[in-house]
């Protein structure tokens, strides 16, 4: 029972404040998306109408289901780019992987409106991509190739997502037992077939969770669709920034949010039914 | 054995990629010493002139100085927060255990944005002003599940009876936090900080819901992106930036190394 008290104690403070400005806000939300979308007295009233509103509202719903491919073929193309990247680390790289993984963080741990930025100088008409092209005959006049666009924007953030994504796959095959993969040589497997039937099977929890890692925030995403996007590059989560900033049009805002929230929760659902990595804080 | 030996493909796309990783930082770096006001290719000559204006730039020193006191402050409360949790969560069974962990990790798989313009919305509801301070109030809701994570994993490493130990010699329960588990998790709670600090440092779409008129670094950087004479000088700021944090980074590490190693494969 002594314990019972001392684990009250410790928990108790951080319980309360994630409650008190993580959930309550959530409910808040949920409340708010059922008032008027004006702002003065009649806001005081309850009403379906935003409900009605976005589900009638059919570019809301191509807007997100885009937003879900834009995010998907990130989150597919960073595994299949941070995959090989895990894997010489893990067993290629020897001694030095936890050295040759913690450099490729270090650009993560940099301003990440200003990494966001720079691509805006690599794919800008005066950028790195143009003058090169330029120089390589390529092209003959420079022209912004794929800035202000959807390519831009999965560029960009295929780049910011590739070293997160490595992180888990990294781990997962970390704890892979080598002997595994000697048995399977002895037993008569080929390299190519060690690998699809041994280790890639035994790293796809951290496959699985790289993916994710990707895709949730990527969903949500807003700035850099606002940076490198332009018209065509724009996301859901920009609509959502839209209904809060410019539109002041909080209660459809937050219907746009909760509808991206129970997406995720069923994304994150999913994930866990999947049977991988089931704990997301493993100790 | 003589052989020139080819590197496998694997290491090459290895330094590809980091090549590639490092580009946009380099062509930062490189512009920030570019004595031309637009960011574009030639380059026009190296100048200094940046980095000297930078600190009679008022605002943008004023929006560090809002960063640096935000970032101390919600990682402060972060690490405090995180390491109760962690404590709890390691050394004791409770009722609702679960319950717990699930909600201190959410906050890691929610949507910068949903967190951020829910927050707005309580705050205009119970009135509470938007500044700095509300903006560290959702750091410290971010910053948790990573100062949870470090923290913990510092915890298992050690065995519980060197609490136990210091009970027996006559210390209540408190006191042998203080004295013995907080001592040893020491480096933990200093990586901890500085991890939620470049987070909270570097954090912006749910910063620009709550800031107000207290612009953080990243808010402000982004609202001087729109004005290409005023680029240099953020690109400057931001060299400057990146080379701290990187340090700091190395050096959470570091210690983060430094706290793991002795009972790394004691059993929990």
């Known amino acids: ?283 | 054995m003589g052989r020139l030996r080819l590197p496998s493909p694997f290491t090459l796309y290895y330094w590809l990629v980091a090549a590639i990783l490092f580009l946009p930082i380099i062509l930062l770096i490189i512009f920030s010493f570019n004595s031309s006001i637009q960011l574009v290719f030639p380059l026009k000559g190296f100048t200094l002139k940046w980095y000297q204006q930078l600190f009679k730039s008022t605002e943008l020193l004023e929006a560090v100085r809002t960063s640096i006191l935000l970032g101390f402050g919600s990682s402060l409360v972060a690490t405090i927060l995180g390491a109760m949790g962690a404590i709890a969560m390691v050394r004791f069974d409770f009722p609702g255990k679960s319950l717990f962990v699930s909600m201190a990790a959410m906050p890691l798989v929610i949507p910068y944005v949903i967190l951020g313009v829910s927050l707005l919305i309580m705050f205009h509801q119970v009135g509470l002003p938007l500044s700095a301070f509300s903006a560290g109030l959702a750091h410290v809701v971010v910053s948790v599940p990573y100062a949870l994570l470090v923290i913990g994993s510092r915890l298992v490493g050690f065995p519980q009876n060197l609490e136990e130990a210091a009970m027996d010699l006559g210390c209540t329960y408190w006191e042998a936090l203080l004295r013995v588990t907080l001592p040893i998790s020491f480096p933990a709670l200093v990586a901890a900080f500085l991890i939620c600090f470049t987070i909270s440092f570097d954090e912006f779409a749910i910063a620009s819901f709550l800031v107000g008129t207290q612009p953080t670094l990243p808010v402000y950087l982004y609202s001087q992106l729109r004005f290409p004479t005023r680029l240099p000088l953020v690109v400057s700021m931001a060299s400057i930036l990146m080379t701290a944090s990187m340090i700091a980074i190395v050096l959470s590490e570091w210690l983060r190394r430094l706290g793991e190693t002795p009972h790394r494969r004691a059993k929990p």
């Not at chain 1, 409900?51 to 073929?73: K, V």
């Open chain 1, 1 to 283: 029972m002594e314990n019972r008290s001392r684990a009250a104690y410790l928990v108790g403070p951080p319980a309360l404040y994630l409650l008190l400005l993580f959930v309550l806000p959530l409910g808040i939300m949920a409340v708010f998306s059922f008032r008027v979308g004006t702002i003065g007295e009649a806001s005081r009233h309850f009403t379906l109408d935003n409900y009605i509103e976005f589900f009638q509202n059919t570019s809301y719903h191509r807007l997100l289901w885009r937003s879900g491919l834009i995010a998907f073929t990130i989150s597919a193309v960073s595994v299949l780019l941070a995959y090989p990247l895990a894997y010489f680390l893990v067993f290629i790289a020897g001694e030095r992987r936890v050295t040759l993984m913690t450099l490729i963080i270090i650009p993560t741990w940099t301003s990440y409106l200003l990494r966001i930025f720079a691509w805006k100088l690599i794919l800008g008409s005066q950028g790195l991509l143009n003058s090169l092209l330029l120089w390589l005959g390529v092209i003959e006049k420079a022209s912004p190739i794929l800035l202000y666009s959807r390519a831009a924007v999965v560029i960009t953030l295929i780049y910011v997502w590739v070293p997160f994504v490595a992180l888990p796959i990294f781990a997962s095959l970390e704890r892979i037992d080598r002997n595994l993969l000697e048995a399977a040589a002895d037993l008569g497997c080929k390299p190519l077939e060690a690998f699809l039937r041994v280790t890639l099977p035994l790293s796809l929890p951290g496959v699985i969770a790289g993916f994710m890692f990707a895709l949730i925030p990527t969903l949500g995403e807003f700035v850099t669709p606002l940076l490198v996007g332009g018209g065509q590059g724009s996301m859901y989560g920009n609509l959502i920034q839209d209904q809060f900033v410019r539109a002041l049009n909080w209660p459809m805002g937050s219907v746009m949010s909760l509808a991206m929230l129970i997406l995720v929760l069923l994304l994150i659902f999913v994930f866990l039914r999947a049977g991988t990595s089931t704990r997301l804080l493993e100790f």
